[in-house]
């Protein structure tokens, strides 16, 4: 079984930094992208950012700027730096991977079970 474990969430002030990490495991054959997402409470998911296997980023407009993604691929790893937090900025963080697991023939998207960020004002 393929798990995505996210860490890092909490309560900050705004204008602080949170850095937020994914670790996949399990029977793991690949994995390709991963990225994350956020949802706030009335509002859909949406993505925050995403880097590919090669290690090319994007980014929401609302992020660019203050919100860094990277990833580990020898530890199947992939973090989020956010600087310049704004109360805007709270919501629930999903973990995203397209992942293969040594049991399956094809790539499948796997979620986190999510943390929570608070920024205050």
């Known amino acids: 079984q393929v798990q995505l474990v996210e860490s890092g969430g909490g309560l900050v002030q705004a204008g602080g930094s949170l850095t937020l990490s994914c670790a996949a495991s399990?029977?793991?054959?690949?994995?390709?992208?991963m990225s994350w997402y956020r949802q706030a409470p009335g509002k859909q998911r949406e993505l925050v950012a995403a880097i590919t296997s090669g290690g090319s980023t994007n980014y929401a407009d609302s992020v660019k700027g203050r919100f860094t993604i990277s990833r580990d691929n020898a530890k199947n790893l992939v973090s989020l730096q956010m600087n310049s937090l704004k109360p805007e900025d709270t919501a629930v963080y999903y973990c995203?991977?397209?992942?293969?697991?040594?049991?399956?023939?094809?790539?499948?998207?796997?979620w986190g079970q999510g943390t929570q960020v608070t920024v205050s004002s």
């Open positions: 995203n991977a397209d992942i293969m697991s040594t049991w399956a023939s094809r790539y499948s998207d796997y």
């Open positions: 399990g029977r793991i054959f690949s994995v390709d992208g």
